[in-house]
């Protein structure tokens, strides 16, 4: 479907009734424009782009698959390297936790790893294997654990034909929730937990947001969107508390050789109560962003010439009501307005396309009142629109 861009014509106000071919289209931009909650309009062109990644590969049980490029890798495998990990007990120690065949194995007894490098919001991805010789049952079978931040566990066991507490199975937020399906494969295989964690956000003592924490176990949704009571523990009622904005992301020592490989994590944006720009913002912080897109428009308006330039002035009203914009605007809604009183029928036919797209640029500014409803130019384009009958459907 081809799309109007109703701010294009107001630019071809100067033109209207002096070119003899319509101007191309410019880029502008359509839709609802921004309001209170919303500092950008609906498909609006001038919103930032998001950035191009390289996307990853799934792996396969013989071969990890590649992150995205944008993601920080912990753990590959390939080279062996744990200069990321520490001791959990004594950070400033390397880990004893070994390197076998291209995985990162737990040496029972040496007590939980932890990242040097700490992380809040993220995409987490990770690969994990119990051993493929079966030993023990329920939680004395293939246990490790995932911990968030440090702070909340995703239950990590060999659940393959090995029921235990629901609360305690693998995917499980342990001690809270458990997974809604078991997807595990059997034990000697990899398998993946794909998590999406958001933290507990505090003002004081006020919950601005419980926090979420969303897993997938092999491509398997077990995990929806859930909400964070606190930090997790082992027989105890999990306790509401702050999380600070960042924590090591930690891997127990359960007393199995559990292997780990493919560990990788992204960074996310920041949420509307953490001071991010996307969703539905105060007003306060609307206006305020509103007010800096309409100040960018302007400024690269000045740079422009003719057509172009008009066209993004008019486009900075739709953020911010700026009385020498508008007053430019006017001026030249005026002199154009004179113009049309001069043509002939014949002319304004010959700009019928032009004229219509004026008016429903400047209608549409009227709209979401941006200009007065009595705006010069629109009354006379308004009026002839109608009386030409170029506003009925044929």
Not at 330 to 342: F, N
Request: hydrophobic share 35%.
């Amino acid at each position: 479907m081809r799309v109007r861009h109703f701010l294009t014509p107001l630019c071809l106000l100067p033109l209207i009734m002096n070119s003899a071919q319509a101007a191309p289209p410019l880029p502008g931009f359509y839709g609802d424009a921004p309001d209170e909650t919303h500092p950008w309009a609906v498909h609006d062109r001038n919103r930032p782009q998001p950035t191009v990644i390289t996307p990853g590969t799934f792996s396969t049980p013989e071969v990890p698959g590649k992150p995205p490029s944008d993601a920080i890798v912990l753990f590959g495998g390939a080279d062996g390297d744990l200069s990321k990990w520490s001791s959990d007990k004594n950070p400033d120690e390397a880990t004893k936790w070994e390197v076998v065949d291209g995985a990162l194995q737990c040496v029972p007894g040496s007590g939980y790893i932890r990242t040097k490098e700490e992380f809040g919001d993220c995409q987490l991805h990770v690969e994990w294997a119990a051993p493929a010789k079966v030993e023990g049952d329920s939680q004395g079978r293939g246990n490790s654990g995932v911990f968030l931040m440090g702070m909340m566990e995703i239950q990590v066991l060999d659940n393959y034909n090995n029921p235990s507490y629901a609360d305690g199975m693998a995917g499980s937020m342990y001690g809270v929730n458990p997974p809604a399906v078991n997807a595990l494969r059997p034990p000697g295989e990899w398998q993946s937990y794909d998590i999406v964690f958001r933290r507990p956000v505090y003002d004081g003592d006020i919950v601005l947001d419980p926090g979420y924490v969303t897993v997938f176990v092999n491509g398997v949704l077990v995990q929806d969107h859930t909400p964070i009571e606190g930090p997790t523990g082992h027989k105890a009622r999990v306790k509401a508390k702050p999380f600070p904005e960042k924590g090591p992301f930690k891997l127990q020592d359960h007393g199995n050789p559990v292997r780990y490989r493919n560990i990788w994590y992204r960074p996310l944006p920041k949420r509307v109560v953490e001071g991010g720009l996307d969703g539905k913002l105060s007003e306060e912080t609307t206006a305020a962003k509103r007010a800096e897109i309409a100040k960018m428009i302007v400024e690269d308006a000045s740079k422009l010439e003719g057509r172009a330039k008009w066209l993004r002035m008019a486009e900075s009203l739709i953020y911010h009501q700026d009385e020498a914009v508008l007053e430019k605007l006017s001026k030249v809604a005026e002199e154009q307005a004179a113009k049309l009183d001069e043509a002939s029928d014949a002319d304004l036919e010959a700009k019928k396309g032009e004229i219509l797209e004026a008016n429903n640029a400047l209608q549409y500014l009227i709209k979401f009142d941006r200009i007065p409803a009595d705006f010069p130019l629109a009354e006379k384009l308004a009026a002839i629109v109608k009386q030409k009958e170029w506003d009925k459907k044929k």
